[in-house]
């Protein structure tokens, strides 16, 4: 019998190369075939070890889902920054690994966030998704997310839908 520790914390400069790794393998699995080739190369290539690294000076929370072996996924968040939204709270981002996505661990990291942004006053919390990925929109809908908002982005020149979903 083999006993997992999985753990959710703040990240730490030196969890820079398994967000890289963890954001690239996610969002490639997420909008290949969504967001056009060359565009959503160019947003990987952004996110490397040094973008990382300086994101997590920059005072938004960011939290890692640690699994003993090494980071599987994160979630960013804060204040909402969209004021057409009747939201406190966002959640930025949150991606898995592939290869654990679809056991509860994205549930588990999403609650925790919901949790501490609750805990800090924002009871009413958003969070964007690409129509498209339909993975994304079934999750946060069967997380209780409500569909409150649906804009057009162009992206890479195509335009694509985004839902926005709301938390109480």
């Known amino acids: 019998m083999s006993d997992l520790l999985i753990s959710i914390r ?10 890289s790794k963890v954001f690239d393998a996610a969002w490639r699995e997420a909008y290949l075939g969504i967001i056009p080739g060359m ?28 699994i003993g072996q ?20 966002e959640v930025d981002e949150l991606y898995l690994a592939p290869e654990y996505q ?3 661990l994205g549930r588990r990291l ?18 964007w998704a690409l129509a ?3 993975r ?4 946060y809908a069967g ?13 890479g020149g195509a335009p694509l839908a985004k839902i926005a979903y709301l938390f109480r």
Do not use: Q
């Open 102 to 104: 679809g056991i509860g």
């Open 10 to 19: 703040h990240a730490k400069p030196d969890d820079a190369p398994a967000l």
């Open 110 to 127: 999403f609650k925790a966030v919901l949790n501490d942004l609750r805990h800090n006053g924002m009871s009413r919390v958003a969070v």
């Open 70 to 89: 090494g980071v599987v996924g994160y979630a960013s968040y804060g204040r909402c920054r969209d004021r057409s939204l009747s939201a406190e709270g």
């Open 39 to 66: 565009t959503l190369e160019k947003m990987l290539a952004r996110r490397g070890e040094k973008w990382w690294r300086s994101t997590l000076t920059r005072g938004r929370p960011l939290v890692v889902i640690d």
């Open 143 to 155: 997380l209780g997310g409500l569909s409150i908002a649906k804009v057009e982005e162009r992206i």
């Open 136 to 139: 994304a929109c079934s999750f």
């Open 132 to 134: 498209e990925n339909e």
